[in-house]
């Protein structure tokens, strides 16, 4: 009743919270200006992507690139009318695509904006009609799916605002991990074209959450083989096993009962029924490993589809390392599945580029270079590989080169744009803390040899980076926190290491070991006095047979009868205290034994003056003193 109330019919229409409209309308963060001889083909690029994907990469080009303006916002506007039902992104469209002079080139289709805007306001009345009346039902699984037909609908028409909160309110009505997995993938999918990251890394972290125990039923049943006896064939599931009921026929009782008719053995039909048993145990033993590999499959391409998203959305947070890690992460197997989302070659890209901007050689190394599943994202994009080789071969001069010549590619890119700046930052410091590390003291003509700078360059470079303190690498391959810091000479166009001062090291390094001493000391002190309080937990000893347990101290010394302790895994083998009339009582075990070898043990055990054991060779032992004879384990 009252969940829809707060989304009024009315807002269907509405201008400013139209997703696609608003994307429109919004300034672009730069203008690329596209030579002829520009390397980058932005039709095969958006060649790469299918329905929104598409539609929000040609919006961002037609409001990147004057040049491509009037080609780009002409598809987009196409899309918009096959696809969707936004008419306000449609006349927004064709309206930039028309502020191109000389002339307008693109004619407003007017009977579709018509009829579009008649369907809109019918289908919003109905589903929300339907809604209501589902409310007023209770049905919970008819309100999950009407709240998601109209989130459907509010995406359809660009209110993406609307579309999130209906996702969102499937939650209360979800009843199988199978649906929660389906509104947080529909709301990240929602959220990501809002730019709204936040939400998206919430709900990846849910999402990953119900994924470790994520086994829908449409994956996990399969249709099991079929046991044939006598015509009739029964099929197995692979998550539920129905035994039969009492005097019911099965394939083996079948097959038997039709043997003996006709005449045969007895040992004809029981082999008869061990083979159709057999063949209907195999036959469902493929049906169930097939039910199998069907949820890990299913459970892997969720986890691509997680791995992306949240690598976007770190991508936007600006958390270069993280995004990295998830982009690293995801199955090349199953690109397919968030191809809706992101292109392998442009997976490739950004793993690259985060990855060559903020993570040390070593790290480069593991997670990059020596990654089998990564080489295969960069066959999709050929000058992403060669911009990771420039780096790892400390060719910083053709790594900017590269850079620079696919600034306008990575310019139109609608993720990257916003974080292309300090990603390059991020580079050009990485570098030059690569190639600092080794020395003590570096010439800035060297350096601007190197990185393919003029001397202006490289000093406003290095003059930044020391300044900010950066000059020092994190990578642990060069022992540089021990190092003084850098300083620039500007006479002699210098970079120099000043000498750390090694007595405030060595006092520095004291101070930290002692802490850590002080620390370790504490602990300490803090467990012996639990100890000397009686604070600590200690688990009960027991003996595997569950029949006993060994007798305390107190019994031993306090002339307690001996309980038994329990027999041996070896059969035949038993373990008894004897009391032998001192302190400590002594531990019989042995092996399977005749009564008469036993008595003897036993006597010699219990020393000439207890008397309590009868002597060798008696049939039967008597009592232990201080128990009872039923306790005598044989």
Known sequence: MAETDDVEMASAMAGPSSGIAQMVMSAPLAEVHSATNDAFDWEAYVANYQGRARLLRLIHIAKTAPQLRSSAAAQAADIVKSATSDVQAYQQLVALCNAVPPQPTYTVDDIWIQETTQHVKQEGEKLDLELRNYQNNLIKESIRMANRDLADYYRSCGLLQEALQCYQRTREHCSTAEHVMDMCLSVIEVALEMQSYATVVAFVNKAEAVLETYNPAAAAGSAGGSARAGGTSTSTTSSIIVPPSKGASTSGADAIGALFRAGGSAAASAASGDQAARGGSADGGQGNAAGETRVKNEVARIKAILCVAGGLAALGQGRFEAAATSFLATDPLYASSFAHLLAPGDLALYSTLCSIAVLPRPSLKRMVMDRPTFRSFTEHDP???????????????????????????????????????????????????????????????????????????????????????????????????????????????????????????????????????????????????????????KEPTQQQGGQGQLPTYAEQTQGAPPRLAPAGRGKGRERRYVDNGEDDDELVESGAVAAGEDEAMLHSASGSGSGSVGAAGSSQPEAVPGGRDDEVDM
Not at 393 to 406: F, G, N, S, V
């Open 383 to 537: 000058p992403t590989r060669e911009l990771l080789d420039a780096f790892w071969a400390c060719d910083y001069e053709k790594t900017l080169a590269l850079l620079d010549k696919w600034r306008n590619r990575h310019t139109l890119d609608l993720y990257l744009a916003p974080r292309l700046g300090t990603l390059r930052r991020f580079v050009i410091r990485r570098g030059l803390q690569q190639f600092l590390a080794p020395f003590t003291t570096v010439s800035l003509t060297r350096l601007a040899e190197a990185f393919g700078w003029s001397m202006d360059q490289a000093r406003a470079e290095c003059l930044s980076l020391v300044e900010r303190g950066e000059a020092n690498s994190s990578d642990k391959t060069h022992d540089t926190a021990s190092r003084g810091d850098w300083r620039l000479d500007w006479v002699d166009d210098l970079l120099v290491r000043l000498p750390k001062d090694e007595r405030s090291n060595l006092f520095e390094k004291t101070m930290k070991q002692a802490k850590a001493t002080i620390a370790t000391s504490e602990r300490l002190a803090f467990r012996i006095e639990l100890v000397q309080q009686g604070l600590t937990y």
